[in-house]
């Protein structure tokens, strides 16, 4: 038997060579099977046909077309964000040149929790980390996997920093917010009720008026639903005036720093203790690609550990870098290698235009809505995110509406309730949106109200 070849080293790119084609292959037959923006059908279906493709995942004997069998069957039955039909979730079509890199990160496949795995990784790290923290006003950055790790850790840091803070936040908060003291074992949150889908300055004041005891509030720039920003410089300032520290979760909406037109709206970003990235949302990253920026270093003591084959003293003292601070995880992704190819691609100007792009889009969407006989939107759009409705129809028929459409395959939208209605959700990420794929996007809920 002749041994399976290996993705680095010498022979590593000859390998791999071949296998690519033989990826690219599959992913084109079965985009073209499924010819839309998700397999039809339904769960029962989809899942009948992937169980029937793979057969045995484990049989005696291996099968030399397995890559091409089960590349192609995820294809064909993928939800595919690259399709404009495609919108319901912050899941975003990932740029070829960063699945590009996430290959090499892949081949290579060094590991952040030491020097001697990723010695050049670690720096790349270092320098990128830096880079994107003061795009915030911070010094630093952790590297997460996404907007739930970057919360969890915040919390952490604000726990390890002023022991058993309450998180304080809105009802549109995350819901990784409210899990994470769960998980850390802090006290209840306080959820701020959010009738406007936004944190209410005097709404905060009054709680942290009658809470004693050391408080982390936790704004949104980008609610999840509605792609909402809390008035950040009020929230901070009412946080400065109670001595409360603020983290702000820009999982959505960080990727406007990147944009000269949509900056203003992340002002008093800051001012927070921590802010939480994603660049697997608007930074067209494949995931996982999500960051904790952290204004204070000496809040990061808290992480520090050791482990004397990873992260031994004398080592450190020699000069090896010590990583294994830089997460709760120890082996860990080059997820750095993607991002740090993207943002030096395309320049700040670059993905400005990709980020002005899909605001840009999310009004016309809206536009078309306003303009629409049938059709109730919601509010303009503060990013990307569209909520809408056919005129008068009950939720069920919302709600129902949106299964058809997934279950036929023609459109992935997303629901969202809202002011006491469930509402039909667009999040529109994909820069290759053409305006006439906004009108297909509504064409299903147009001929649904009832009569
Ligand atoms: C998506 C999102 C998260 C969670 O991020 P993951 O990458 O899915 O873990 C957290 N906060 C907000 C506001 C989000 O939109």
Redesign the pocket.
């Known amino acids: 038997m002749s041994l399976p070849s290996l993705a680095s080293g010498p022979q590593g790119p000859d390998a791999l060579r071949p296998l690519l084609a033989t990826v690219l292959d599959a992913l084109a037959e079965g985009t073209r099977a499924r010819g839309g923006p998700l397999p039809a059908g339904g769960p029962q279906t989809v899942a009948a046909r992937l169980r029937s493709t793979v057969g045995d995942i484990l049989p005696d004997d291996g099968d030399p077309n397995a890559l091409h069998t089960l590349v192609r069957a995820l294809a064909e039955g993928a939800a595919d964000p690259a399709d404009p039909l495609c919108a319901a979730h ?1 899941h975003g079509p990932p740029l070829a040149v960063a699945t590009a890199a996430d290959l090499a990160a892949s081949a290579l496949n060094p590991s952040l929790d030491s020097w001697d795995q990723a010695p050049a990784a670690s720096e790349l790290e270092t320098l990128v980390t830096r880079a994107l923290a003061r795009e915030t006003g911070a010094t630093d950055a952790l590297v997460t ?5 970057s ?1 969890l850790l915040a919390l952490l840091l604000a726990r390890e920093t002023l022991g058993p803070v309450r998180l304080v936040c809105s009802t549109a908060a ?1 819901h ?1 917010l409210p899990r994470a003291t769960w998980l850390l074992g802090l006290p209840e949150p306080v959820l701020v009720p959010a009738p406007h889908g936004t944190l209410d300055p005097a709404a905060l004041d009054h709680t942290l008026t009658t809470l004693t005891g050391p408080a982390l509030v936790a704004a ?1 720039a ?3 639903d509605a792609g909402l920003i809390d008035p950040l410089p009020a929230l901070a300032d009412i946080c400065t005036t109670h001595g409360a520290r603020l983290h702000i ?1 820009a ?2 909406g960080g990727g406007l720093l990147f944009s000269d037109r949509h900056r203003p709206a992340l002002t008093g970003l800051d001012r927070a203790h921590t802010v ?1 990235l ?1 660049l ?2 608007l930074g067209w990253q494949p995931v ?1 690609a ?1 960051l904790l920026t952290v204004r204070d270093p000496h809040d990061l003591h808290a992480l520090h550990h050791r482990a004397d084959y990873l992260s031994a003293t004398d080592d450190t003292e020699a000069g090896i870098p010590d990583l294994l601070g830089r997460s709760l995880r120890t082996t860990r992704r080059p997820d750095i290698l993607k991002i740090a190819v993207t943002l030096k691609t395309l320049g700040r100007s670059g993905l400005g235009a990709l980020v002005d792009q899909v605001c840009a889009r999310a009004h016309q969407l809206a536009d078309l809505i306003e303009a629409h006989p049938t059709l109730e939107l919601h509010s303009r759009p503060t990013i990307s995110t569209v909520l809408f409705r056919p005129t008068d129809a009950p939720d069920d028929t919302v709600a129902a509406l949106r299964r058809t459409l997934l279950h036929d395959g023609h459109a992935v939208l997303g629901r969202a309730r809202l002011d006491g209605r469930l509402w039909l959700k667009a999040t529109l990420l994909n820069p290759h949106t053409r305006p006439g794929d906004l009108a297909a996007l509504l064409k299903p809920a147009e001929g649904s109200t009832p009569r």
């Open positions: 912050l996997t996404g907007g739930t790790e919360n995350h990784s949104t980008g609610t999840t979760d999982a959505y939480t994603d697997h949302k996982a999500g």
